[in-house]
Protein backbone atom coordinates (compact mmCIF):
# COMPACT_ATOMS: atom_id res chain seq x y z
CA UNK A 1 0.00 0.00 0.00
CA UNK A 2 3.07 2.51 1.01
CA UNK A 3 3.93 2.30 -3.43
CA UNK A 4 0.88 2.28 -4.45
CA UNK A 5 1.22 5.26 -6.51
CA UNK A 6 4.46 4.86 -7.33
CA UNK A 7 3.66 1.67 -8.89
CA UNK A 8 0.36 2.89 -10.61
CA UNK A 9 3.13 5.60 -12.08
CA UNK A 10 5.01 2.83 -13.09
CA UNK A 11 2.59 0.25 -15.07
CA UNK A 12 1.26 3.77 -16.63
CA UNK A 13 4.92 4.15 -18.29
CA UNK A 14 5.31 -0.16 -19.35
CA UNK A 15 1.91 -0.09 -20.66
CA UNK A 16 3.14 3.23 -22.99
CA UNK A 17 6.07 1.82 -23.92
CA UNK A 18 4.19 -1.61 -24.84
CA UNK A 19 2.23 0.60 -26.76
CA UNK A 20 4.89 2.04 -29.11
CA UNK A 21 6.46 -1.66 -29.36
CA UNK A 22 3.31 -2.57 -30.60
CA UNK A 23 3.14 0.36 -33.07
CA UNK A 24 6.27 -0.69 -34.20
CA UNK A 25 6.03 -4.26 -34.80
CA UNK A 26 2.79 -3.44 -36.54
CA UNK A 27 5.00 -1.49 -39.43
CA UNK A 28 7.28 -3.97 -39.57
CA UNK A 29 4.62 -6.76 -40.76
CA UNK A 30 3.25 -3.81 -42.95
CA UNK A 31 6.78 -3.35 -44.49
CA UNK A 32 7.64 -6.21 -44.96
CA UNK A 33 5.11 -8.27 -45.44
CA UNK A 34 4.15 -9.56 -42.27
CA UNK A 35 7.69 -11.64 -41.83
CA UNK A 36 7.51 -13.14 -38.67
CA UNK A 37 11.77 -13.10 -38.17
CA UNK A 38 11.37 -9.35 -37.70
CA UNK A 39 9.37 -8.95 -34.51
CA UNK A 40 11.30 -9.01 -31.24
CA UNK A 41 10.55 -11.18 -28.37
CA UNK A 42 9.78 -7.96 -26.41
CA UNK A 43 7.19 -6.75 -29.24
CA UNK A 44 5.63 -9.89 -28.36
CA UNK A 45 5.37 -9.94 -25.24
CA UNK A 46 4.17 -6.29 -25.42
CA UNK A 47 1.18 -7.57 -26.88
CA UNK A 48 0.62 -10.41 -24.71
CA UNK A 49 0.55 -8.10 -21.74
CA UNK A 50 -1.43 -5.50 -23.00
CA UNK A 51 -3.90 -8.34 -24.42
CA UNK A 52 -3.54 -7.62 -27.97
CA UNK A 53 -3.67 -11.11 -28.96
CA UNK A 54 -5.85 -10.63 -32.49
CA UNK A 55 -2.30 -9.30 -33.60
CA UNK A 56 -1.44 -11.51 -36.84
CA UNK A 57 2.43 -11.46 -36.42
CA UNK A 58 1.87 -12.75 -32.82
CA UNK A 59 0.78 -16.34 -33.63
CA UNK A 60 3.36 -19.29 -34.49
CA UNK A 61 5.30 -20.08 -37.51
CA UNK A 62 6.84 -22.76 -38.80
CA UNK A 63 10.12 -22.10 -40.71
CA UNK A 64 11.03 -25.32 -42.89
CA UNK A 65 13.76 -25.88 -45.03
CA UNK A 66 13.83 -24.76 -48.58
CA UNK A 67 14.87 -27.33 -51.39
CA UNK A 68 15.99 -26.55 -54.96
CA UNK A 69 14.02 -26.87 -57.70
CA UNK A 70 13.78 -29.76 -60.14
CA UNK A 71 13.44 -27.59 -63.14
CA UNK A 72 15.74 -24.37 -62.52
CA UNK A 73 17.40 -25.21 -59.29
CA UNK A 74 15.71 -21.68 -57.12
CA UNK A 75 14.87 -22.47 -53.80
CA UNK A 76 11.35 -23.65 -53.20
CA UNK A 77 9.06 -24.34 -50.30
CA UNK A 78 8.70 -28.17 -50.41
CA UNK A 79 5.13 -28.34 -49.19
CA UNK A 80 4.37 -27.23 -52.95
CA UNK A 81 4.15 -29.17 -55.60
CA UNK A 82 5.47 -26.13 -58.57
CA UNK A 83 8.41 -23.72 -58.21
CA UNK A 84 7.34 -19.86 -57.78
CA UNK A 85 10.36 -18.86 -59.86
CA UNK A 86 10.00 -20.78 -62.66
CA UNK A 87 6.29 -22.29 -62.27
CA UNK A 88 6.97 -25.70 -63.24
CA UNK A 89 5.20 -28.51 -61.20
CA UNK A 90 6.59 -31.06 -59.86
CA UNK A 91 5.06 -34.01 -60.94
CA UNK A 92 6.29 -36.64 -58.46
CA UNK A 93 5.23 -34.23 -54.99
CA UNK A 94 1.93 -36.07 -54.14
CA UNK A 95 -0.38 -32.86 -54.26
CA UNK A 96 0.56 -32.61 -57.98
CA UNK A 97 -1.81 -35.02 -58.57
CA UNK A 98 -4.74 -33.03 -57.80
CA UNK A 99 -4.22 -30.04 -59.41
CA UNK A 100 -6.14 -28.63 -62.35
CA UNK A 101 -4.81 -26.56 -64.80
CA UNK A 102 -7.62 -24.28 -66.99
CA UNK A 103 -6.55 -23.70 -70.70
Same mark, same amino acid.
Given at each position: ??Y ?8 ? #?Q????K? !? ?8 ? =???? *? $? ?17 ? #? ?6 ? !? ?8 ? =???? *? $? ?25
Amino acid at each position: MKYKTELEKTKT #KQDSWYKI !LVKLADSYGL =GLME *N $PLVICDEMRLAARSLNLND #KSWLKDFV !LYEKVPCKAC =GALK *N $PDYPFCQMCKAVDLSHPAAAGLKFSA
